[in-house]
Nanobody
Framework: VQLVESGGGLVQPGGSLRLSCTAS????????MSWYLQAPGKERERVAS????????NYSDSVKGRFTISRDNAKNTVYLQMNSLKPEDTAVYYC?????????WGQGTQVTVAS
């Protein structure tokens, strides 16, 4: 499984961005897809996930109510809609998936929230 992210960039506080992650390869084996962020000097942390079978979603407390994860199964793509962005959301965002017991990561996309 290969993951390719897009959609990062520079945005002002309070603004919005939408990240995309497109999967290719053995996509039928994907169990769950997630978005992680890694801020400078900090560990990578999961912010949102969506399960393939029933579409169940989970969010970290830090983004709940502001971020929305969704999927387009026909395009093998997962989205992260980020609203009301804060400077502390600045990080590299990574797409992650678990498929057939293996973990896969995308290359990451930078999100910078600053005025």
């Amino acid at each position: 499984v290969q993951l390719v992210e897009s959609g990062g960039g520079l945005v002002q506080p309070g603004g919005s961005l939408r990240l995309s992650c497109t999967a290719s390869g053995f996509t039928s084996t994907i169990y769950r897809m997630s978005w992680y962020l890694q801020a400078p000097g900090k560990e990578r942390e999961r912010v949102a996930s969506i399960r393939s079978g029933d579409g169940q979603t989970n969010y970290s407390d830090s983004v709940k109510g502001r971020f929305t994860i969704s999927r387009d199964n026909a395009k093998n793509t997962v989205y992260l809609q980020m609203n009301s962005l804060k400077p502390e959301d600045t990080a590299v965002y990574y797409c992650h998936t678990l498929a057939s017991g293996y973990v896969y990561w995308g290359q990451g996309t930078q999100v910078t929230v600053a005025s």
